[in-house]
């Protein structure tokens, strides 16, 4: 059985999503939500379903102490589901083409350094734009830059708050962003 780890940094209903989607399944296992955050309620969904949780600083993640602990998964998918920080380039090199994102947009439009959650929305809403969607996508170096893997977008031009886009893109992250790993790790991982 293949195994993803998930990074978060919020609520955690993607991630939440995700480990539901996979323990309906023999393809794969969710085996550790790691967060920079030790009030996420992440953790506490997490916890709730079993799965272990790792929670380190941000010197934790620039030393070797987050791959370390990383390395001891041995994670075929690394899955980040609202991590909030740029992601580090000591892991990026040890798993090329193994960590995916999921970003609130239809990248390249709306991405970049703070670009996240309410921001992107607010960002489409003020720009009057008629449609958003969802881009899961390759983690490189820089923000929001890596090789696109799937898209999905959605009419917003009813929508008259930051808020209804939220809503309406959640939707779609709900409900693509398992499919997608799902299709990666059996075909591609």
Not at 14 to 36: D, G, M, Q, R, Y
Not at 56 to 75: C, G, M, T, Y
Not at 165 to 178: Q, S, T, W
Request: charged share 20%; glycine share 6%.
């Amino acid at each position: 059985m293949k195994k993803i780890l998930l990074f978060a940094s919020g609520s955690g209903t993607n991630a939440e999503n995700i480990i539901l989607h996979f323990n309906k399944t023999n393809t794969a296992k969710v085996v550790a939500v790691f967060s920079n955050n030790p009030n996420a309620m992440v953790l506490e969904r997490a916890k709730s379903l079993n799965v272990d949780t790792f929670v380190f600083s941000r010197e934790d993640l620039s030393a070797e102490i987050v791959l370390d602990k990383v390395n001891h998964f041995q994670p075929d998918l690394i899955v980040l589901a609202g991590f909030l920080w740029k992601f580090p380039q000591n892991i990026i090199e040890v798993y090329p083409n193994k960590i995916i994102n999921i970003h609130p947009a239809l990248l390249p439009k709306y991405g970049g350094k703070g670009m996240y959650g309410m921001n992107v929305h607010r960002a489409i809403l003020e720009n009057k734009e008629s449609e958003t969607g969802i881009t899961i996508h390759y983690i490189d170096e820089h923000y929001d830059e890596g090789d696109i893997i799937f898209q999905k977008s959605v009419s917003v031009e009813e929508c008259v708050s930051a808020e209804d886009i939220a809503e309406k893109v959640h939707g779609l992250e709900h409900e693509f962003f398992p499919q997608v790993i799902e299709k990666l790790i059996t075909h591609n991982v």
